[in-house]
């Protein structure tokens, strides 16, 4: 059997060792040399730089030791590294100049957050690293236990450091207990809480440079927006809700004195008599439908109306939701 045909039967790839292999370099390593012809059913030794030519004989081979052979078969290897870490050192000294530029573009300033786990990550690395400020728009008249109880651990965080917050909530927030007792727990003169009849989605800015607002109807969406011109914008919008919002200590305005209309049914007539439905009134006062119907059927029988058009009517008439303060 030829050489070349001994090479072309060899049993395993090219990084690989067999037996043959081991039994001929274990014999030169033993004798110092081994016959070139020993080599026919073990080429791996070559493919693996494990032997050289005798210098003194070229019909003789010599033992490499492995160490030898491992930095041999490594330099392309080594160099290639080399290489590709002065290019990405090259690319990274190009672009360097355009960092500038890319942090004005509002599309590189938006980042999309999806899924509750990853916005929560990201609204703690704001608060860690906010130090003046913090802003809050929350819709709705209560708030769950759980999400109250995650607030006030950030709320104590901020105010050791103190942050500064203010909370705008609609109206009925300042009869729901789980507000009320996160509250108590905040120590007076390091927050400020105003609420509202109707407001906008939920709104959270830190420090005046970032802000976080929904992406879905779900909320597991998010968007953390850093570009300065739409951060001033949003804070212009929470600063105007602000002024139009009642601080929490002060008494809401109810209708007229010769009425018994509530704040809360109010504020139900005046988007009744705006021409909104039940579902529509809820939502923009951030109460159930049940609860908004309840209201609606109290002011059917303090103004003695018969029914739901004879109520409008009414309204219209007695003029109780005309100049009341928001």
């Given amino acids: 059997m030829g050489k070349d045909e001994d090479i072309s039967h060899h049993p395993h790839g090219d990084l690989k060792l067999c037996d043959a292999g081991i039994r001929v370099y274990t014999e030169a390593l033993s004798t110092g040399r081994v016959p070139r012809t020993a080599l026919g059913p073990a080429p791996c030794l070559i493919e693996l730089a494990l032997v050289h030519p005798d210098p003194q004989d070229n019909d003789w081979i010599r033992p490499v030791p492995p160490s030898a052979a491992l930095t041999h078969l490594l330099q392309p290897v080594i160099r290639e590294v080399h290489d590709r870490i002065r290019l990405s050192a090259a690319l990274a000294d190009s672009l360097a100049p355009l960092s500038s530029v890319a942090s004005t573009d509002p599309n590189l300033a938006i980042t999309v957050l999806e899924g509750v786990p990853l916005i929560d990550s990201a609204i703690e690395n704001a608060l860690d690293s906010t130090r003046n400020e913090v802003l809050t728009l929350q819709p709705g008249g209560t708030g769950h236990e759980e999400r109250l109880s995650k607030a006030l651990g950030r709320a104590l965080a901020m105010v050791e450091r103190g942050v500064a917050l203010r909370h705008i909530y609609q109206h009925p927030a300042r009869y729901s207990p789980a507000i009320k007792a996160y509250l108590n727990e905040v120590p007076p003169g390091h927050i400020q809480v105003r609420t509202i009849e109707q407001t906008v989605e939920r709104l959270i800015v830190f420090d ?31 600063e105007v809700l602000w002024a139009q919002a009642k601080p929490l200590t002060s008494p809401l305005q109810a209708a007229p004195p010769h009425t018994a209309v509530t704040a809360a049914q109010l504020s139900v007539a005046r988007l009744l008599v705006e021409g909104n439905t039940d579902q529509v009134v809820a939502r923009k006062l951030g109460i159930s439908v049940r609860t908004c119907r309840a209201h609606i059927s109290r002011l059917m029988q303090t103004l003695g109306a018969t029914s739901r058009t004879h109520l409008g009517a009414l309204l219209v008439q007695t003029g109780i939701t005309e100049g009341a303060v928001r």
């Fill in 208 to 238: 005046r440079t970032v802000a976080f607002i929904p992406a879905s109807a779900s909320r597991d969406v998010a968007l953390e927006i850093r570009h300065p011109a739409l951060v001033r914008y949003l804070v212009q919008v929470y």
